[in-house]
């Protein structure tokens, strides 16, 4: 399946896609049919870049609602035949949670859908895990053959079934067949038994000794790496991992090797470490680099300008983000440095991101030019920006209003719209008469909190009607309950 395209966003579509208030407020205003199409393009090609993360399913769901919209075309494609070609749960997990918000909110014909997709559809695990919060316990039980008949008897079908048991989100409905299903009753007491089982297999851990972590960060690499221990010439010559799958492997050891020199290394133990940070293998190079930014080494900022400025992408990426999870003072002094110049390297984005996390008011211009040069070279997505957005907003850079303004019209992300709302309530005069009344309407339940607790409410008769209606909708969360409750409590 092909990735959807995003519509620009001052259309009705580009307004729903992002999640934003105002897609709302447009679909209502607009002719029925095209608010109707502009709904179904949403959810039934999830437009969310990080489906796992950002919220969609109830925006969606109130909109079917208020728009009383047949459930034709998501039946169509949950049913289509990509159905058994495209296995994703990205591709149907946005239609069946849309399906569970209208069953809660008594869309019969919703539940009906649900049921019969987790009896036939690809995705029915999905499909269970919604049911299982809305459906009755008859409306279960009637499932259970159908659901059943996918395992087949036998050792191999057994084993998939208490994988199915032991990876369901809402165990509601197994614990009620397992009453009138043997297999059923079995696999759940197994299940745990499996999981156990699989958390005894332990890896191999490495002797207690820092040499010997150094070269289990490295034990799996060295065979396509070239030769070298912790002296050798490692991947500084060259970025041939980062072009690898098991790249990203070697580096997941790393940081577990890190962790593990918190354990063993002490100070006698610095000039193999600070070796290893300048000269080692990739596995070996990373782990000493993170261990010595934790015990706050003075040779440090040396070594991340030299792994920073290496020709491995992941040694790169590794040591960048290990400059982001620092703190102390000496190396926001760095930092600073590192931010003020004009070269165009990656120490200097990470940098700025570092003082956008941790550094002081004086820090503002730097963040705020940073989050200049991101917008322009990135656009209002880039993934650099999420630090840069919550920087000026934490340093109340005042001159930062503008380019917020733009990420929170232009992003893609609800989660970064979310930061620049939450910027903007600092930083701009006019966040409660303006941004903050859209946001009564956002997809993100932390938008609408944020909106409900900041927006101005005296005089404004549709505010007061959207507080209310979202303190009596039994689907809202309940942050934004306690928020929306509090205003209108306090008159």
């Given at each position: ?111 009906q859908l649900l049921r019969r997709y987790a009896a036939e559809g690809c995705n029915w695990a ?366």
């Open positions: 399946m092909f990735e959807p395209a995003i519509a620009p966003s001052a259309s009705l579509l580009g307004l729903l896609q992002r999640g934003r208030g105002d897609g709302t407020l447009h679909a209502l205003a607009a002719e029925r049919h095209d608010a109707l199409a502009a709904l179904e393009e949403c959810v039934t090609r999830d437009p969310r870049r990080d489906w796992q993360v950002e919220n969609r399913s109830l925006y969606y769901a109130r909109l079917f609602m208020e728009l009383e919209a047949p459930l034709a075309g998501l039946e169509a494609h949950l049913f289509d035949a990509w159905d058994e070609l495209d296995t994703r749960e990205s591709r149907t997990g946005l239609t069946l949670a849309v399906l569970g918000r209208l069953a809660g909110y008594g869309r019969r014909d919703a539940l999905w499909a269970l895990d919604e049911l299982a919060v809305r459906d009755s316990d008859e409306g279960l039980r009637e499932l259970a053959d159908a659901v059943l008949a996918r395992f087949p008897e036998g050792p191999e079908g057994d084993t998939e079934l208490r994988a199915a048991i032991r990876d369901a989100y809402e165990p509601r409905p197994w614990h009620l067949w397992a009453a009138g299903h043997p297999r059923v009753a079995a696999a759940t007491e197994r299940a745990p038994f499996d999981l156990w089982q699989r958390q005894m297999a332990r890896p191999q851990t490495p002797e207690w000794s820092t040499e010997a972590v150094l070269a289990w960060a490295d034990a799996e690499a060295e065979p396509s790496l070239g030769a070298g221990g912790v002296g050798g010439a490692g991947l500084g010559g060259g970025a041939g991992i980062a072009e690898r799958p098991e790249g990203r492997a070697t580096l997941r050891r790393a940081a577990a090797a890190a962790r593990l020199l918190g354990a063993v290394a002490g100070p006698a133990d610095r000039p193999v470490l600070r070796l290893a940070a300048r000269t080692g293998l990739a596995g070996a190079r990373c782990a000493a680099l993170r261990h010595l930014s934790e015990v706050d080494d003075p040779e440090l900022p040396e070594l991340m300008e030299l792994a920073a400025d290496d020709l491995s992408e992941p040694v790169v990426d590794f040591a960048l983000d290990t400059l982001g999870r620092m703190r102390g003072e000496g190396i926001l002094v760095h930092a600073r440095a590192w931010a003020s110049r004009t070269d165009g390297s990656r120490l200097v984005d990470a940098a700025a991101r570092l003082l956008a996390c941790a550094g002081g008011p004086e820090d503002a211009p730097l963040v705020v030019a940073a989050l200049h040069r991101e917008v322009s070279r990135s656009g209002p997505d880039g993934e650099a920006l999420f630090a840069l957005v919550e920087g000026v907003g934490r340093l109340a850079a005042v001159q930062a209003v503008s380019v917020l303004r733009h990420i929170y019209a232009e992003t893609v992300c609800s989660q970064l719209r979310l930061g620049a709302a939450r910027g903007l309530a600092v930083i701009d005069p006019y966040f409660a008469t303006g941004a903050a009344v859209e946001c009564l309407w956002d997809c993100e339940e932390a938008t609408r909190e944020l909106a409900a607790r900041h927006v101005r409410t005296s005089g404004n008769v549709r505010v007061l009607d959207r507080l209310r209606r979202l303190a009596a909708d039994p689907g809202e969360e309940a942050e934004v309950h306690a928020a929306v409750r509090g205003r209108l409590s306090a008159g």
